[in-house]
C-alpha cells in the first residue's frame, strides 16, 4: 500500500475518514474555531493534506446550535450522507461540562461535497445533559447508535452508551451504558469516555474510545464483544484495563486520541484516524490551541484477533509553529 505521510490534515481535530466506493477518501473534523463543518475528499489519504476544503454547514446565529460546533462524521446509510455532530447554544460550563446536545445533518445527492445539506435535528437519547461525539453502524441488519454523555448521577464528565436506531435521526430505544471512566488513566484532568470508534473484524467487534484530559493524558482505551452477541447486553462488552495508544515522547506525539477507522485503498488494510499534537506545553485553554493535527497509521494484528496501534507516529511533513488558524492562504512549506 502507498506510504501515508503524517500529519495528514492540519489543525483539524476529531478526525472521521470516510472511504466511498467513488474511490475517494472524506474527511471530516473540527474546524478550530467551532464554526463550521468541512469536508474534504482526495484519492489518497496523504493527499488530504493540500486537498479543497468545502465547508456544507454553519452555525447558527443564535439558539442551540450557535456555538460550540464539535466532531462532526460523516457517514452512509441507505444510500443517504448523514453527519453527525455536537452544537452548543454557549461556551458556558453547567455542571462541570458545556451544553452541547446530538445533531445529525442529511444529504440526498451522490457527492457529500454537493447537494443540500438538510437539518434533521437533535438526537433524543432520553433526558437533557452534555452529550457529543456520536457515530453509528449496522451489525447484522440492525443500525446502532454510540455516542458520550454525562449522567449526574455518575461520577465523571462523559460515558458511552448504545442504542438500537429505528431511523438515522431517531433511537428506537433505551440507552444502554458501556463504560465510564474509572480507571486510573481514564480520569487525569477530566473524568472522561468519550469519541467512540468502531471496527468489526475477526468474529469481533471493537469500540475505541478516549479518556481524560485533551493535554499528554488523552488515550486510547478499547471495548470488545463478539459479534454474534447481544451489543445491547452490557455483559457482552468487555474492558481493557490499559490504554491501547497513548503519549509516544521519543516521536513527539501527545495526547492521541478521538479516533476513527479507515482502509486502504485496495481495502485489505485497516487504517487508524486520530490526533494528536506534537508539543506538550500549551499556553492558556487548551480548546482553543488549534494544532490537534489529524494522523493516520496501519494497524496490524495480534494472534488472538485483536487491533494493535502501536505508537503514534512521528511527523514527516510540516506543522505550524504558531496557535494561529491556518487559512487557505497560508502556505505549507
Not at 472521521?16 to 468541512?38: L, N
Request: hydrophobic letters at 30%; one cysteine or more; aromatic letters at 12%.
Amino acid at each position: 500500500m502507498e506510504t501515508i505521510q503524517n500529519p495528514i490534515v492540519l489543525q483539524r481535530a476529531d478526525p472521521f475518514v470516510y472511504k466511498h466506493r467513488d474511490g475517494f477518501y472524506y474527511f471530516t473534523g473540527s474546524h478550530p474555531a467551532y464554526d463550521r463543518i468541512i469536508i474534504r475528499r482526495a484519492q489518497h489519504l496523504s493527499d488530504l493534506y493540500d486537498a479543497e476544503e468545502h465547508t456544507v454547514w454553519r452555525k447558527h446565529s443564535e439558539g442551540p446550535q450557535s456555538d460550540l460546533i464539535w466532531a462532526p462524521e460523516l457517514h452512509r446509510i441507505n444510500g443517504k450522507w448523514y453527519i453527525y455532530y455536537a452544537a452548543s447554544p454557549d461556551d458556558k460550563i453547567v455542571d462541570d461540562t458545556f451544553n452541547h446536545r446530538m445533531y445529525v445533518l442529511e444529504n440526498e445527492s451522490d457527492n457529500p461535497i454537493e447537494g443540500e445539506w438538510k437539518e434533521k435535528g437533535q438526537i433524543d437519547p432520553g433526558w437533557s445533559t452534555f452529550a457529543l461525539d456520536a457515530t453509528t453502524f449496522e451489525h447484522n441488519g440492525v443500525q446502532y447508535y454510540v455516542w458520550s454523555q454525562q449522567d449526574l448521577d455518575i461520577t465523571g464528565h462523559s460515558n458511552i452508551y448504545i442504542a438500537e436506531m429505528e431511523n438515522p435521526w431517531t433511537l428506537a430505544g433505551p440507552p444502554v451504558l458501556l463504560t465510564k471512566p474509572e480507571l486510573s488513566w481514564e480520569i487525569k484532568g477530566f473524568w472522561v469516555n468519550e469519541g467512540p470508534a468502531v471496527l468489526i473484524r475477526n468474529g469481533k467487534v471493537f469500540i475505541t474510545y478516549s479518556a481524560s484530559a485533551t493535554g499528554i493524558d488523552y488515550c486510547m482505551g478499547m471495548l470488545t464483544a463478539d459479534t454474534d452477541a447481544d451489543l445491547l447486553n452490557p455483559d457482552s462488552w468487555t474492558k481493557r484495563q490499559e490504554p491501547v495508544f497513548e503519549s509516544y515522547t521519543p516521536n513527539q506525539q501527545y495526547g492521541p486520541g478521538h479516533n476513527s477507522f479507515t482502509v486502504s485503498e485496495d481495502g485489505n488494510t485497516d487504517i487508524l484516524i486520530y490526533h494528536a499534537r506534537n508539543y506538550t506545553k500549551i499556553e492558556g485553554d487548551p480548546l482553543y490551541d488549534p494544532n490537534r493535527h489529524a494522523r493516520a497509521q496501519v494497524i496490524t494484528w495480534k494472534e488472538d484477533g485483536t487491533p494493535h496501534f502501536g505508537v503514534p507516529a512521528a511527523d514527516d511533513r510540516w506543522t505550524p509553529d504558531t496557535t494561529k488558524i491556518l487559512t487557505k492562504e497560508d502556505e505549507y512549506e
